[in-house]
């Protein structure tokens, strides 16, 4: 097999660890508030549910830009093994907490220290051949994905079994085997002496002459409200299976397997629409996923029962299969060779601003409109995202196909 073929199916996997350990506490986390640490008012829950989700991506959007740059000078293989290996340690340590403040300042060390997936793109990035660009960011974007979205399948069976603690000991456990595969398996063919005699520029300086390439910031604007829209919803939807299931019987695992859904789809279409997207173009596949997803979440606000709800979250995963894959994709066919690291690092700091102003205003807006108001101004903000990514990309009108 081809290194970068190997190196692709390897950072596959440990996407999918890493991710997977990462959001298994997402089915339990406002129970565990509520049950655990004593908490009892419904917005108060929200609120803190999502403040300790969108921790993580408060410091990581800070630091990210500051991995990419170390990562241009001393190799991408260095800065998944960074990230996996203290990573695990911070989970372990999160089992320990017992207020919800403990919770919230190891999820902003865990931030300071991540880079996992924006390391494993830019590797895989600068390894595979361009013309195989659209498949590759689709199938290391389906492990990552699948396992974000697996995890709180298995989070919240877990938690039903054991109980919320063990959770984070196991969790850490997946991140340390994620970690300790890349170091055996993953090779990358990286000249730092070359690296060290390239002129070093401030993060400032490299983040001005990226944004003076126009499709860069359209691009970065883009991952920020994909994410936003995602997310907002996330930390309450355990709170919402409670309400359609009627009962607290196996709440848990139905919230995990609400979920999980969604990866599966998008484990499936991911590759799919990158194939696709290496034939028919990136932008194209990104425009139909935008307007499929938002199709795909006004619905949610008016399910009746959690089978309902399932359907349209699976619907949901197969568009999200095409979204942040064609803007990688997209990210490295309009970035400068030699500066790959910064510019995923740059749309890392995008995603986890997205990821972090999500949830907060989730929480904060579920008071006013509940999460069936959240999903519409969701669906409703991917269409204007979609409608603004047609014309700033300028996309051309799909023609048919004879």
């Known amino acids: 097999m081809q290194r970068w073929k190997v190196n692709l199916y390897v950072l596959m996997g440990g996407s999918f660890l890493v991710m997977a350990g990462m959001t298994m506490i997402i089915p339990f986390l406002s129970l565990y508030l509520q049950h655990d ?18 921790a993580n991506f408060v410091t990581a959007f800070i630091f990210q830009p500051l991995w990419g740059k170390l990562s241009d ?8 093994l960074r990230s996996g290996f203290g990573m ?3 989970m372990v340590l999160m089992g320990f907490a017992t207020e919800p403040w403990h919770l919230l300042a190891l999820r902003m060390l865990n931030g300071v220290i991540s ?23 689709g199938t290391l974007q389906s492990g990552g994905t699948a396992g974000a979205i697996l995890g709180p399948f298995f989070g919240g069976l877990l938690a039903d079994s054991f109980g919320y603690r063990p959770i984070f000991y196991i969790t850490g456990s997946l991140l340390f085997l994620a970690s300790t595969i ?9 000249d730092r002496t070359a690296a060290a005699l ?55 695992f139905y919230a995990g397997f609400v979920g999980s859904v969604t990866g599966i789809s998008n484990m499936i279409c991911a590759p799919l629409l990158g194939r696709l997207s290496d034939r028919i173009g990136s932008k194209r596949i990104l425009i139909v ?17 959690v089978g309902q709800l399932l359907v349209f979250r699976f619907l949901l995963g197969c568009f999200m299969g095409g979204l942040i894959p064609t803007v990688n ?27 972090m102003m999500g949830p907060i205003m989730g929480g904060a807006l579920s008071g006013y409109f509940g999460i069936e108001g959240l999903f519409i101004l969701s669906g409703a903000l991917l269409f204007v995202t979609c409608a603004w990514a047609m014309r700033a990309l300028r996309v051309k009108k799909l023609e048919p196909t004879v």
Do not use: C
């Open 198 to 252: 390239k002129k070093q520029v401030s993060v400032l300086r490299g983040f001005r002459d990226l944004m003076v390439i126009r499709q860069l910031p359209v691009l970065l604007s883009i991952t920020f409200l994909i994410q936003f829209a995602m997310l907002s919803p996330m930390p309450l939807i355990p709170l919402y299976v409670q309400k359609l299931h009627g009962t607290s019987e196996n709440l848990a």
């Open 115 to 137: 880079g996992y997936m924006p390391a494993a793109t830019t590797l895989v990035s600068a390894t595979t051949p361009k013309d195989r660009m659209g498949f590759a960011m």
């Open 329 to 355: 994709s997209l990210i490295r066919r309009h970035t400068p060779d030699g500066m790959e690291s910064r510019s995923y690092g740059f749309n890392s700091s995008a995603l986890s601003l997205g990821n």
């Open 182 to 190: 890349s170091w055996l398996l993953v090779k990358e063919n990286f």
């Open 37 to 54: 640490l004593g908490l009892t008012d419904e917005h108060e829950i929200g609120l803190w549910a999502g403040f300790i989700f969108a």
């Open 73 to 80: 000078k001393y190799g991408r293989k260095m800065m998944l």
């Open 88 to 90: 695990s340690i911070v």
């Open 289 to 305: 996923s935008l307007a499929g997803a938002a199709v795909m979440l006004i619905p949610q606000a008016f399910v009746h029962s």
